[in-house]
C-alpha cells in the first residue's frame, strides 16, 4: 500500500478550544483497572497486562491513509528546570476525557478532545538524574508520579495542586526514580534506580493516602536468605543493584505482581560478587498485598554487560501444544525472547531475537542463557553483542491477540567492551564499552516458538526509542529513528501508512475513544501529537469492517 505523509503543520481537523472542560470529582476507582472501558486508558500500560493491545478498532486498515492531526500540544517546563533527554517518554493516561502525563519534575493535565492545558504542576528538584519519566498513576481523585531526586509526588486530579510528597530513596547515595508508579488495589508500587554508588536495589508499596511505606522487597536477599548463596558475602549483596526502574504488570486473577530487577553491581567488574547474583536481572513475582516472592526467573545469571532486565513482562493467556496456558512473555535486554508459565516462572520458551548475540554458549535446562566467560570485558577488550544498551531497553512492545505475535523495537547492536577496575573490590563502573555498530528495527515474534516471524529494519542510522501499539483495526503503531509515525499491518510487517513529526517519537503509543471518535496520541521531543479521522475516514472503516 502506498505510504501517505500527514502534514503537520496543519490541523485538517476543527478543534474547538472554547469546548468546556469536565474534571469529573469521583476519579479512578483502582476496580477500574482490572477491566478498563474499552476506550479508556487508565494505567501505564492501558491495563495490567502490558500488552498495549487496544480494541479500538473505529482507525483500521480500511481507512488509516485518512489519519490526520487533531491536535498537538507542547510541553514549556520554565526557565529554571533541569534539563533532561529524550523529551516525554510518559505514556499519557486517559481518564474521564482527561490526559495525564509527565517529564522530569513536571506533571500536566491536558484536555483530551482538544488538547488545551488544564493544569500544570512543577516540582521544585533538589538535583538527581533527570534522563527520563514515564508517567504518573491515577487513583480516586489523586494523580502520582516520581521525580529524578527521589520523592513520590500525590497532586489533586482536578486542580493539580500538590496534596503531599515523601522520599522514597536517599538521594545523597545517588539513588534517582524514574517510572510510572502502578495502582494495585489500595497499593501504590513505586521502582528506584541508580548504580553510580553500588547502591541496594528495592521495590515499595505505599499507602495512597499517606504516602507511607506498605512493604518492602528487597531485590537482593539478606544473609541466610533464599538466594544469599548466589553472592560470595554479605557486603556483596549490600551493593548489588539490581534497580526497579521500569513499571511491572500484574496478574489480579493469580494476585500476582510482576516486575522486572536491573543489572548486579558492581557494573562490568564481577570480581567481587561471584555467584548468580539473585535477585538481579530477573523477574520477580510478588504478593502484591506484603511483597513476599512467589517464583523468580534469572533472564541473565551473574550479569557482566550492564543488561537490565526490566523489560515489561507482559501476561497473555494461549494455546501450547494445543492446550491453554497462562503465560507471561518477555524480550530482554540481553537479547534473548523469554515465554514463561506465569503461575510458576518455569521455561515454556527461549530462544535469540537479536540472532547474532554472542555472549551466551547456549541455554540450560531452566530455560537460562549461559555465559561465554570469553566474553566477560576484558583490559584489552572485547567485542561482544549486543552492547550495554542492550538489544532492546525501555521502550514498551505489545501482544497482539488477534495474531499471537509479540512485537519489540529492537537495537541489535556490537561494541568493544572493557574492563577498566581490575582490584579485588571495584566499586560503581568497573568497565565501559565502546559503540562499534547498531541499527534499529521492529521484530514480530512468534510466542509458540519464539521464532522471527518478520522484522523490519529502519533505514539509516540512529536509535528508536518508540514503543509499540496494537489494536483490533489490524493495525500496528510506532517510530523510527527518522521522524516517522508508522502504522504497520501486524501480520506482515508492511508499513501502510506514516507522518513526519518535528523529532522521532519518544514514548510508547496509546489510544482512546472519546464522543465515538478514537484518538491516537504519541509523543516526540516535547511535543503531544493527535491523530483521528474525520466522519467520511469513519464510514471508510465501517465499510472496510463490513467487507471483511
Known sequence: MKLRNAILTISLLPVSLAMPVSLPAQGLDPAAILHPAPGSWPTYNGDYSGKRFSPLKQINAGNVKDLNLAWSYQIHTGPSALPFSAGIKATPLEVDGILYFSVPDH????????GREIWHYSWQSKG???????????????????????????????????????EIADLTLEYFATPAPLVVNNHIIVGVGGDSLDDPGYLEARDPETGAVQWRF????????????????????EHGGGMTWLTGTYDPDLNLLFWGTGNPNPVHAPQSRKGDNLYTCSIVALNPDNGKLVWYFQASPHD??????????????????GKPRKLIGQAARNGFFFVLDRTNGKSVVTSKFDTDLNWSSGVNAKGQPILNSEKEPKTDGVLV??????????????????????????????????????????EGYGGRDSSVWGQSELVALDYQTGKIRWRHVYPGEGESLAGVLT??????????????????????????????LTSSVSNGPMTYDLDGRQYLVVAASDTLYAFTVSAGGQ??????????
Not at 464510514?539 to 471483511?548: P, S
Request: charged residues 20%.
Open 304 to 321: 557482566t554487560h550492564d543488561w537490565d532486565d526490566v523489560e515489561e513482562p507482559v501476561i497473555f493467556d494461549a494455546n501450547v501444544d
Open 107 to 114: 506533571a500536566w493535565a491536558v484536555d483530551a478532545r482538544t
Open 385 to 426: 553483542n549486543p552492547a550495554s544498551s542492550g538489544a532492546t531497553n525501555w521502550p514498551p512492545p505489545s501482544f497482539d491477540p488477534q495474531t499471537g505475535l509479540f512485537y519489540v523495537s529492537a537495537t541489535p547492536s556490537y561494541s568493544v567492551f572493557y574492563l577498566t577496575d581490575t582490584s579485588a573490590e571495584p
Open 539 to 548: 464510514q471508510r472503516g465501517q465499510a472496510a469492517r463490513a467487507g471483511q
Open 471 to 500: 489494536t483490533a483495526g489490524g493495525l500496528l503503531f510506532t517510530g523510527d529513528p527518522s521522524n516517522n509515525f508508522i502504522a504497520f499491518d501486524p501480520k506482515t510487517g508492511h508499513p501502510v501508512w506514516h507522518a513526519g
Open 128 to 166: 538527581g538524574i533527570h534522563i527520563g519519566n514515564r508517567g504518573v498513576a491515577v487513583y480516586h481523585d489523586a494523580v502520582y508520579f516520581e521525580t529524578p531526586d527521589d520523592h513520590l509526588i500525590c497532586l489533586d486530579k482536578n486542580t493539580g495542586k500538590l496534596r503531599w510528597s515523601v
Open 218 to 237: 528487597n531485590t537482593e536477599p539478606r544473609p541466610g536468605e533464599p538466594g544469599a548463596d548466589t553472592w560470595p558475602n554479605a557486603q556483596a549483596m
